[in-house]
């Protein structure tokens, strides 16, 4: 591979607020080193039809506060056959690109690393998804914007919960992890939490409930992920309400609004930080690799570890739900 002289940037898969503050990033860092940036439109499915356009550094003024993501984004079956792939390096030659930069989660890193294997492209990942659920960085881009639409959720919530004496059981995001399920629930003093990864017992629950009524809870907040295995936030509610009728049960399910609205400060420093990083990367000379934040210090991070290795829950922050909900 010669000099780096263009590179194109992507988001993909699920939008996360902040992904333009890093489009930005890239855009701003490459044009500084002396590099010509392209968006490419759609994720993957932009470079399988060539949607691919030269960015300047006005074409991402005014995004930084910006949800959503100015390139689009969407899940592209195409990358998932060789011919797509094959495809997608035919336009990558054609506009000349010598690296790529790609924003998004767990898929979209599995993409990167099955390309990467195929063609000789350098690519490198920026960590963007509300989950969190990526192994290597402590925080992905969006997760903190996402926690704090929740709790602002769950606060309104709270009033009316506490005004008619109800136990509200609220869904959050979720399929597979439960780490904004888990960070909400202590923000918002949740009197329990159910998470993927952990066993959801409807008759421990019960127990619980019925011990804190024992001691005057007249209201309580339950957030659930939505990947628990009890089977979310409605399976869950409607066991519990069948056994426990000292309170009026009701559900919420906050979803997409999860996924919206302006970054905040940490959402947008993470971004803004990782997008310089990763063209900071590609010039020293890196390739498919993740670059996340480990330690508040940017870490670089093998794409293929990203995907394999299982980001696990901190156990102290269940205890913490717990040892607060006394
Ligand atoms: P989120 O975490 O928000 O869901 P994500 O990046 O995990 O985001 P996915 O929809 O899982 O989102 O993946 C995005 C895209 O990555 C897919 O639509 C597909 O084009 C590509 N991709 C995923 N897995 C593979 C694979 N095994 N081979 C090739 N491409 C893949």
């Known amino acids: 591979m010669g000099k780096i002289k263009k590179i194109g940037v992507l988001t993909s898969g699920g939008d996360s607020p902040g992904m333009n503050a890093a489009i930005r990033a890239v855009v701003r860092a490459g044009i500084f080193n002396g590099l010509e940036v392209y968006g490419i439109r759609h994720g993957y499915k932009g470079l399988v039809n060539n949607h691919i356009k030269r960015l300047k550094s006005y074409s991402v003024s005014n995004i930084i506060q910006r949800g959503g993501t100015i390139l689009k984004t969407a899940r592209c079956k195409d990358f998932l056959t060789k011919e797509g792939r094959k495809q997608a390096y035919n336009n990558i030659k054609e506009n000349e690109l010598d690296a790529i930069i790609v924003i998004g989660g767990d898929g979209t890193f599995t993409g990167a690393t099955v390309f990467a294997k195929e063609y000789n492209i350098p690519i490198i990942g920026l960590p963007g998804t509300i989950d969190n659920d990526l192994y290597g960085t402590d925080f992905t881009i969006g997760y903190d914007t996402a926690l704090n639409t929740v709790i602002e959720a769950v606060d309104k919530i709270r009033d009316t919960a506490s005004a008619h004496n109800r136990l509200f059981f609220v869904e959050v995001m979720g399929r597979d992890a439960g ?63 069948k056994d426990f009728i000292n309170y009026d049960v009701r559900v919420t399910i906050l979803g997409h609004i999860q996924r919206g609205g302006s970054p905040t400060a940490f959402d947008r420093v993470t971004a803004s930080t990782l997008g310089v990083a990763a063209v900071k990367a590609l010039l020293g000379g890196e390739k498919n690799i993740m670059v996340g934040l480990q330690n508040n210090s940017v870490a670089y991070v093998p794409l293929e570890k990203a995907i394999k290795h299982h980001k696990t ?14």
Not at 219 to 224: C, D, E, K, L, P
Not at 313 to 326: A, E, H, M, Q
Request: charged letters at 30%; a negative charge; glycine letters at 8%.
């Open 179 to 241: 780490f904004i399920a888990l960070r909400s629930a202590i923000s918002c003093g949740a009197e329990a939490v159910l998470i993927p990864e952990i066993e959801t017992h409807a008759e421990d629950l019960l127990d619980y409930l019925e011990d804190g009524f024992t001691r005057k809870k007249s209201s309580g907040i339950i957030i659930v992920a939505e990947g628990d295995q009890s089977g979310g936030a409605f399976e869950i509610a409607k066991k519990i309400e």
């Open 313 to 326: 829950i901190k156990k102290s922050l269940l205890d913490l739900v717990k040892v607060l909900n006394i």
